[in-house]
Structure formats: C-alpha cells, structure tokens
C-alpha cells in the first residue's frame, strides 16, 4: 500500500487513508480517498487515524429508520420538492466521510427549474432544513452555472453531536 500512495503522492495528490486502520495481513484492501488541490492552495494536515475513531455502521431494523431516510423525508418536504425537484439520499463509502462524520450521505437533486436564482433559492431551504436537524453539509465551493440538471450535497452529522 505505501508503494501505492507513494506513487500516488508523486503524481502531486493528496492521498488519505480513509476508515479504520488495516492490517495488511488480514485485509485485502484499504480505502483511500485521493484528490488534487488547486494550484496554491494546500491540502488540510490530517493526521493518519484521523477517521479512526468512527464507529462501524450502525444496522436499522424496523420499525427503526436510519437518519439518512429520516433526513430525505423532511426533505421531501420544502417547497423545492412540493414544487417538483426530485431529490435522492443514500449513503456514500465512509473513505468520503469527513473525518468528524458519524453519519454522512449524498443528497442528490433535479431541480424542477434550471435557473441558477432558482436552484439556490431551493439549496438555501434545504441547507436549512438540514441545518436545523442537525446536519452540516459541503457543496461544491464553485458557483453554479447559469443552467443544472443536477446538485450534489454531502450531508453529514458530526460524532460528537446531539441528534
């Protein structure tokens, strides 16, 4: 593996170990999440266990549900939807977790309009119905272009939390 994000690293990206540490004698593979900077920006200092202490996931059983199906629920809720924007939550491989995750997913979304104005209009109240439910969420830090069929949202809840 240390060949791996070596060469990786010498190819100038960021390379992390994602999830628990691995044995290399018992485990048959390890998640790594790899990226590139911008040029002149620098690549968060992480340490090597730094989604270590995440929990293996937990298992819902019914009449349970797990708080990412919670979460699509009040999100079927805003206006957005109620509009006809179509929206998805699933969850995502924990190498794409924030380290301070303990639950995290993707929030998928057609809006009903491609406009720009209207899309953000929709993103604010969905940022804020995950908000005041306890999620925190990371978009792309790029402007939306002036048409979208599609936003993509990691949404996700920190260890520490209350919820």
Known sequence: ???????????????????????????????????????????PCRPGDAWAHIPAPRTY???????????????QQTEAARNGARLIVRDIATALWPPEADCCGLVRCWPAQSSAEAVNGGLREMAMTMRDTG?????????????VETVDLLVYREANADV
Do not use: C, F, H
């Not at 990206?13 to 018992?26: L, Q």
């Open 1 to 43: 593996m240390k060949a791996v994000t070596d060469g990786l690293r010498s190819l100038d990206y960021v390379v992390e170990w994602a999830g628990r540490p691995i044995d290399p004698t018992k485990d048959l593979y390890a998640n790594l999440l790899v990226y590139r900077m911008e040029a002149g920006k620098t690549p």
């Open 61 to 75: 059983r019914w009449p349970e549900k797990a708080p990412l199906n919670l979460l699509e629920g009040w999100l």
């Open 135 to 147: 999620y925190r969420l990371r978009t792309q830090e790029r402007a939306l272009p002036d048409a």
